[in-house]
């Protein structure tokens, strides 16, 4: 990793063992006044879709829309209660993983949003899901060569070699290879979340990305 790499991208987030409650609250903080709350399973979904916004020309927050992560896709119930018809009424959406689908399911039906029981009632509500997680998302999006020309360029593609050498990973499939480089070491999520929507083709970003700001 390049030395300057981690502050400048995670410039305005937060990281370290406490983050995700911290993330949550800062958001929480600007959320009740909203017109719109984006929820989002954690820092690394939140950070996708603001760098992506950015990229297509838009400030959610004078837009009045906040990206909320949620830390995990458990606590998506609360603040479907929290911001829908019964809470601040804000407009809703969000984004979670496809084995945490059936949880944003039920927690909508419990805020009276709705009885989705397809992904494709998920999107009509405005919530949609990765087909694996968001790194796996982007990874197909991008490509592996692609993925580890980014790797080259902030200075980890030696890392992920390592990882590829060893004896539980040697010889699989090298998506499979880069997702656990990703989930693995500090930072090194948070990141790529960032680099990798960044460095995608617009025309080729995660479809669940592209649906959820057109939705918002």
């Known amino acids: ?89 804000a407009r809703l959406a969000g984004l979670c993983d496809a084995g945490e689908a059936h949880v944003v399911q039920r927690g909508l039906a419990a805020a009276g949003l709705g009885a989705p029981g397809s992904r494709a009632d998920l999107e009509r509500l405005g919530f949609f899901v990765c087909v694996e997680d968001l790194e796996d998302e982007l990874i197909r999006a991008a490509g592996p060569a692609e993925v580890m020309e980014v790797f080259a360029a902030h200075g980890d593609l030696g890392a992920f070699r390592t990882i590829q050498r060893q004896p539980a990973w040697r010889g699989k499939d090298e998506a499979a290879q880069l997702r656990r480089f990703l989930g693995a070491g500090g930072q090194r999520k948070l990141r790529y979340a960032r680099l990798l929507t960044e460095a995608i083709d617009l025309d080729r970003i995660p479809r669940p990305l592209t649906a959820l700001l057109t939705a918002v």
């Not at 909320?68 to 998506?76: D, E, I, M, S, W």
């Open 1 to 89: 990793m390049r030395a300057d790499d981690g502050e400048d991208l995670l410039a305005g987030y937060l990281s370290g063992p406490a983050a995700a409650t911290e993330a949550t609250a800062v958001a929480l903080a600007r959320a009740d006044a909203a017109g719109a709350v984006v929820l989002v399973e954690g820092i690394s979904d939140q950070i996708a879709v603001e760098t992506l916004a950015g990229r297509r020309g838009r400030d959610l927050a004078a837009e009045g829309i906040v990206v909320l992560p949620v830390g995990g896709a458990h606590g998506v119930a609360r603040y479907l209660r929290r911001f829908g018809p019964e809470g601040t009424g």
